[in-house]
C-alpha cells in the first residue's frame, strides 16, 4: 500500500509502476467495497465508470481488507484521495474517475464536498486533456452535483444545464436522463413549477426508453414532487407510490428512505397527516445510520410533521437537532429548511416575534441559494403569523 513512498526516491520508471500498482489495488478495493456497501442501487448519482482492476490481490486478500467497507474507506481516506490527484497528473483520468465514483457516496460527507468537487475538476481537465470529452463532461456533471448537495441552487442549476446540453449532443442517453431528472430537480426549487414538470416528464420517458428501474423511481419521484406542489395531490401520490414500488424492488435503503421522504413531505404539505407519519416512521426505520446526509433531511421532515401532529417542544428539538447537523454537512439549503422548522414550531409556542425573524434569515439566505420556492414559503408563513396573531396557517386535512 506503501509503495511510491517506499521508492519516492528511486528511478522514476520504477515510482511510475509502483504508483500503478498501487492505484490498480486501491480500485480492486474499492469495487468490492462499493458492491458490499448500500450504494450500489441508488436513485441519485451516475453510476460508477466501468472498470476492470488489473491487480496482484488474491481473493482472500480482498475479502479480508473489506470485511468492514466503510471503515476501511475512511482509514484509508487519504491514501485513496492522494492516488486520484496522482492519477490525474499522470494523465490516468478514466482510473482516477473510477475510484472517485466508488468511494464518493462513503467520504463526500466525511473529508467535505468541497474536496470532492476539487477531484471532479482535476478528473475533468485531465480528461479534457486527454481529448475524452464524454469524461470531461460526467466529471463536470458529478462535480455540479456535489454543488447541488451543497444547497448551491443557482450555481448547479446553470453547470447542469450544460451538461444536458452535452450529453444530448454526444449521444450520452444514460447520462442525459440523469441530468434531465437533476434539472427537474433545481427547476423545482427555483420555483419554475411548470418548466420542472415538462423536464421531469421528459426524465420519464428516457427512463422508460432505456428500461432502467432506478431512472425511473427518481424521474417518477421528482415529478411527483413537482405534481404537489401544483395541488395536484392524487397525480402527485400516484407517482410518488410507483417510485416507491420501484425502490422497494430494485433500490437500497437509502433510497427507499429518500422516496418515502419525498411523499412524506408532499402528504404533509396537504394536511394529509396519517400519510405523512406513516411514510416518514417507514423511512427512519429503512435508513441506516450511516447515511448522516439521508437521516439529516429526514429529522428536518420529522420535525415538521411533528408539530403539524401538535408536538411543538419535540418538534423544536428535532429541527434544532437537524440545522446543526445540515451546518456541520455544509448544507446551506438544508440548514435554512431547518429554520423554517424551527419557525413552525417556535410559532405553535406561543413565540410569533422569535419565529418571524428566523423566518425572515432563512428567506433571505434561501434566495441567495437560488431556492426561490422555499424562500417564498419563509415569507409567505411569517406574513400569514403576523396577520393571524401567531398561529399556523395550515391546509384543510385530507387523505388519499
Request: net charge negative; hydrophobic share 45%; glycine share 8%.
Amino acid at each position: 500500500m506503501y509503495a511510491r513512498e517506499l521508492l519516492a526516491g528511486d528511478d522514476p520508471a520504477h515510482v511510475h509502476a509502483a504508483e500503478r500498482r498501487l492505484l490498480e489495488a486501491l480500485l480492486a478495493l474499492a469495487h468490492v467495497c462499493y458492491h458490499t456497501g448500500d450504494a450500489t442501487a441508488t436513485v441519485d448519482g451516475l453510476r460508477p465508470t466501468p472498470y476492470e482492476a488489473q491487480h496482484t490481490l488474491s481473493e482472500s486478500q480482498l475479502r479480508e481488507l473489506s470485511r468492514a467497507p466503510q471503515q476501511w474507506l475512511l482509514a484509508e481516506h487519504r491514501q485513496l484521495l492522494e492516488a486520484i490527484e496522482r492519477a490525474c497528473a499522470r494523465g490516468w483520468h478514466t482510473e482516477a474517475a473510477a475510484l472517485l465514483d466508488l468511494v464518493t457516496d462513503y467520504l463526500d460527507v466525511y473529508v467535505g464536498r468541497g474536496k470532492v468537487i476539487r477531484l471532479h475538476t482535476l478528473i475533468r481537465d485531465a480528461a479534457l486533456a486527454a481529448g475524452n470529452e464524454g469524461a470531461a463532461w460526467r466529471a463536470e456533471y458529478d462535480r455540479n452535483h456535489q454543488r447541488l448537495s451543497q444547497g448551491l441552487l443557482a450555481e448547479a442549476t446553470a453547470g447542469i444545464q450544460q451538461c444536458m446540453e452535452a450529453f444530448e449532443r454526444l449521444e450520452m442517453p444514460y447520462e442525459l436522463a440523469h441530468a434531465l431528472g437533476a434539472l427537474g430537480f433545481c427547476l423545482y426549487h427555483a420555483g419554475e413549477l411548470e418548466e420542472a414538470v415538462a423536464t421531469c416528464r421528459r426524465a420519464v420517458e428516457a427512463a422508460e426508453h432505456l428500461r432502467d428501474d432506478l431512472l425511473m423511481a427518481a424521474a417518477l419521484r421528482d415529478l411527483g414532487s413537482v405534481l404537489g406542489t401544483l395541488d395536484r395531490y392524487a397525480e402527485a401520490v400516484d407517482h410518488l407510490n410507483r417510485a416507491t414500488a420501484l425502490v422497494r424492488r430494485h433500490g437500497s435503503r437509502t433510497s427507499t428512505a429518500n422516496v418515502l421522504g419525498r411523499l412524506a413531505g408532499v402528504a404533509l404539505q396537504h394536511g394529509d397527516l396519517s400519510t405523512a407519519r406513516s411514510a416518514v416512521d417507514e423511512a427512519i426505520k429503512v435508513l441506516h445510520s450511516d447515511d448522516p446526509y439521508g437521516t439529516t433531511w429526514l429529522l428536518c421532515l420529522e420535525a415538521r410533521i411533528t408539530v403539524a401532529e401538535g408536538h411543538p417542544e419535540e418538534a423544536l428539538r428535532l429541527a434544532t437537532r437537524a440545522g446543526s447537523c445540515f451546518m456541520e454537512l455544509g448544507d446551506q439549503r438544508g440548514e435554512n429548511l431547518a429554520r423554517i422548522a424551527e419557525g413552525e414550531a417556535l410559532i405553535a409556542l406561543g413565540r410569533p416575534d422569535d419565529a418571524a425573524s428566523l423566518l425572515e434569515a432563512a428567506a433571505s439566505a434561501l434566495e441567495g441559494l437560488g431556492a426561490d420556492l422555499m424562500a417564498g414559503h419563509a415569507r409567505q408563513l411569517r406574513s400569514q403569523v403576523e396577520a393571524d396573531g401567531g398561529s399556523i396557517p395550515r391546509p384543510p386535512a385530507r387523505s388519499r
